[in-house]
């Protein structure tokens, strides 16, 4: 029994570290990989890109390519090495047959989809997606690569500012709801005017520059990922107060992100992390001013009284006087 327990221990142990998806990379089963298959990833990269760039397009490797379709479909190395797929190989994604020149009629659909590889959070995406009108009106057109662009996508670690993350995600939604021509390839509803539509709020432009539309357009969540779940008019946040405050809701949404950022707290700031990137009125305040500002006003409700008290008494011996 005694010999029995650590091999037990041990036993489970390997079970949980065996069988647990290793921190969200294990997701993507690839991110562990050692530096020699790193290295065959960024070579075989570098054959779709010899033809899948502007300079293939300049001097394409071969006399016989389709070179005005070639040019729709140009990726910027320098963009997809930056992005959270930056060390991913073409190939994982899109399947060996596109190896082949001409590339097979069919490759297309061996395309994987994002769920694929992000298992547990992407099927939670696609569930929450799934309930939204971008998919139950346009279910065969609308998909994540309506929003997501694979090849350039970055994280919020890796822009470095929450004007960048603003700027990136915002984009998604623009890249429809400010084109008319874009929006068209969907239904036949007039696009509705953003500016009309979030004319409740002030200068609705620069909130957008400060805050996402999924800062609003989705349920709070417990700070741990972005819900998909899209609100309609009816459930968008409208409360000012929601980021206006201390407690601003932003804490957990945008500025999730940027936590480490909050070293300046220390000096009594509220929503240090908001204040380093932006000035919310009503959510970066100093909580040292704020209690100056109690004190001072204390002092000079007291120094009123004092004053009133004395008109008191200096008027009663004046009529006591005469
Ligand atoms: C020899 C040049 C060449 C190489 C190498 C090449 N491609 Fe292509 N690819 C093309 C051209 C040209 C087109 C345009 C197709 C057309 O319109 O005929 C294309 C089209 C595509 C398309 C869009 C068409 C579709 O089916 O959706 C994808 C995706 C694609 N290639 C992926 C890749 C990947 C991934 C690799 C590397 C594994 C790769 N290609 C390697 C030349 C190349
Ligand atoms: C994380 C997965 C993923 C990786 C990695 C990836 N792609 Fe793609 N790619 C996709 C998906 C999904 C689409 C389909 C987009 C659509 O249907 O609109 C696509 C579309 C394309 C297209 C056609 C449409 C377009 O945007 O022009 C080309 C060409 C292409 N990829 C080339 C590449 C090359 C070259 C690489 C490597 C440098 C690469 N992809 C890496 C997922 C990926
Ligand atoms: C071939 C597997 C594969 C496919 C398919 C794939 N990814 Fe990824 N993805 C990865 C890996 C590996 C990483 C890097 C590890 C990490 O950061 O989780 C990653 C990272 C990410 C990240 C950053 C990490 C995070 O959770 O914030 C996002 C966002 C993302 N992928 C979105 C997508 C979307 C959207 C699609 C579909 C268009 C997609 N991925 C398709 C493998 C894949
Ligand atoms: C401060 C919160 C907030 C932000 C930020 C915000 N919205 Fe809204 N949005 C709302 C509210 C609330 C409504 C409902 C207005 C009404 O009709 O009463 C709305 C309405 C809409 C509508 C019309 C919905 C319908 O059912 O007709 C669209 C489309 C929309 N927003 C898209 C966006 C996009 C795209 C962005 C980012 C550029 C964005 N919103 C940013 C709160 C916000
Ligand atoms: C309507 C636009 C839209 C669609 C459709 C969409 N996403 Fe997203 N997604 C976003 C935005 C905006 C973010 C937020 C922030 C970021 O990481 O840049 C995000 C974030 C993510 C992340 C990063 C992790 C997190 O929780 O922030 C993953 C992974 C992801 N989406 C996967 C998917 C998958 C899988 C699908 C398809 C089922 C999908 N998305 C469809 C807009 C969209
Ligand atoms: C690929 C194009 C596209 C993208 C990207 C996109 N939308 Fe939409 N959106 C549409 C279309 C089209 C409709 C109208 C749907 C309909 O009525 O059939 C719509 C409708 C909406 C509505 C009203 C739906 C409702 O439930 O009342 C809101 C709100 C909205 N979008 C917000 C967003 C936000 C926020 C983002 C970014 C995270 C986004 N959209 C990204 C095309 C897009
Ligand atoms: C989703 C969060 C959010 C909501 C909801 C919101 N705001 Fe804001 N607001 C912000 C942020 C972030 C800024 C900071 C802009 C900046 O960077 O200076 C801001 C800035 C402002 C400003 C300063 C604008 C200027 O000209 O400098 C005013 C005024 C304002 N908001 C009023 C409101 C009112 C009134 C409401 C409700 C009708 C509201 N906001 C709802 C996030 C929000």
Redo the contacts with the bound molecule.
């Keep these: 029994m005694k010999i029995a327990r650590p091999a037990a221990i041990a036993a489970i142990l390997i079970a949980i570290l065996g069988w647990s998806p290793s921190?969200?990379?294990?997701?993507?089963?690839?991110?562990t990989s050692a530096n020699g298959e790193e290295q065959q990833d960024r070579d075989s990269n570098a054959q779709c890109l010899a033809c899948h760039s502007e300079a293939g397009l300049a001097n394409p490797p071969r006399p016989d390519m389709h070179l005005e379709g070639l040019a729709n479909h140009l990726i910027s190395a320098e963009r997809f090495e930056k992005s959270?797929?930056g060390?991913?190989a073409c190939k994982?994604?899109h399947g060996e047959s596109y190896v082949k020149y001409p590339h097979e009629a069919n490759s297309r659909y061996q395309?994987?989809?994002?769920?694929?590889?992000?298992k547990s959070?992407?099927r939670k995406?696609l569930a929450e997606f799934q309930q939204t009108l971008h998919y139950k009106n346009h279910p065969h057109n609308f998909?994540?690569?309506s929003?997501?662009?694979?090849h350039t996508?970055q994280?919020?670690k890796q822009l470095g500012s929450a004007k960048k993350l603003i700027a990136q995600d915002n984009g998604m939604c623009l890249d429809c709801h400010d084109s008319d021509q874009r929006f068209a390839q969907f239904t036949t509803r007039a696009r509705p005017n953003l500016v009309e539509v979030h004319k409740w709020q002030p200068n609705p432009e620069l909130h957008w520059k400060s805050v996402r539309c999924i800062d609003c357009h989705t349920p709070a969540t417990d700070g741990s990922?972005t819900s998909h779940l899209i609100l309609g008019k009816d459930k968008a946040e409208r409360d000012c107060v929601a980021c206006h405050s201390a407690t601003s809701s932003l804490r957990t949404r945008l500025y999730r992100y940027f936590a480490a950022q909050g070293q300046i707290e220390e000096a009594g700031f509220l929503n240090g992390a908001v204040l380093s990137e932006a000035y919310v009125v009503g959510a970066t305040r100093n909580a040292l001013l704020d209690k100056a500002t109690w004190v001072i006003t204390a002092l000079l409700l007291a120094g009123l009284a004092v004053h009133g008290l004395l008109r008191v008494v200096a008027g009663r011996l004046r009529k006591g006087r005469k």
Excluded: F, Q, R, T
């Excluded at 969200?24 to 690839?30: C, H, I, K, R």
């Excluded at 395309?111 to 992000?118: A, D, L, N, R, S």
């Excluded at 929003?147 to 694979?150: E, G, I, K, S, V």
């Design positions: 921190a969200p990379a294990g997701e993507g089963a690839s991110a959270v797929h060390e991913e994982d994604c395309i994987k989809m994002c769920p694929e590889c992000h959070a992407g995406k998909s994540c690569v929003c997501h662009n694979p996508l994280k919020a990922g």
